[in-house]
């Protein structure tokens, strides 16, 4: 069994003892949760005795960081105001929720400019970081990479940088707590080729980010070929990036638990599964581990 953080997505309805047990169920170290209902509504209250509980549990099993998710409906550059307004609320509320877990990550969608242009949205969200986030806070926001799946903003590390570098410029001590989480099947979906040059990928991802900035990866295959702009996760193996017939086969998947770069990072599997099918992936990506 090697070194690996890896998990999966876990539902929140017990409670964050309960997916900590979940996550030792499946041979799991690390698990993404949703922060809250993606309809809206207010977040369920946090009980402090079950953090403590979960973070009692990390400790004890040598979990890595865990990489909280913000509802997916959160569009922090929708052109409708009640939207931003929602985005804006919930960011919020979530960034003093997460410090009850403190030292852990936050990763969110960039967002959906619809039709604004990519300039407009990335400066809504670099507005609404730059008055949400908490001076001192614990937590490390990530931007996810993103397919670029119609107005998506993030489908290239040129965009995620420009929002990193403006808030860092407007709010410099707050450089520190902003990171991206890069998703495999996302950046294969934007363009990047991950699966013939993942040293290329992670190259280039240092120039215009920085590798610094990366803290956690999301592996998935991807239904769709390279430069698609999809965003339809699939099963290891199973797709574009893993399958033989399609992909590089498990040598992808070897090379990205392995590469020096991300080894250290939690991985959080985001694949079409049910908790078995997890464990059977957890399993696997700890064997490929070179
Ligand atoms: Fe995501
Ligand atoms: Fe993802
Ligand atoms: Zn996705």
Redesign the pocket.
Known sequence: MGDLYVGCHLSTSGGFEAMGKTALSIGATTFAFFTRNPRGGKARPIDPDDVAALRSLMGTNGFGKLVA?APYTMNLCSAKAETVDFARRAIADDFERMEMLPGNYY?FHPGAHVGQGPDAGIQMIVDTLCQVMLEGQQTTVLL?TMAGKGTEVGRSFEELALIIESVADKRPELSAKLGV?L?T??VNDAGYDIVHDLDGVLDEFDRVVGIDRLYAV?I?DSKNPCGAHKDR?ECIGKGYLGSDEFGGGMQVMQNIVSNGHLRSLPF?L?TPNELAGYAAEIKLLRSLQQ
């Open positions: 998710h990763n996810e989480c998703d099947c996302h999301h998935n996760h959080i985001e």
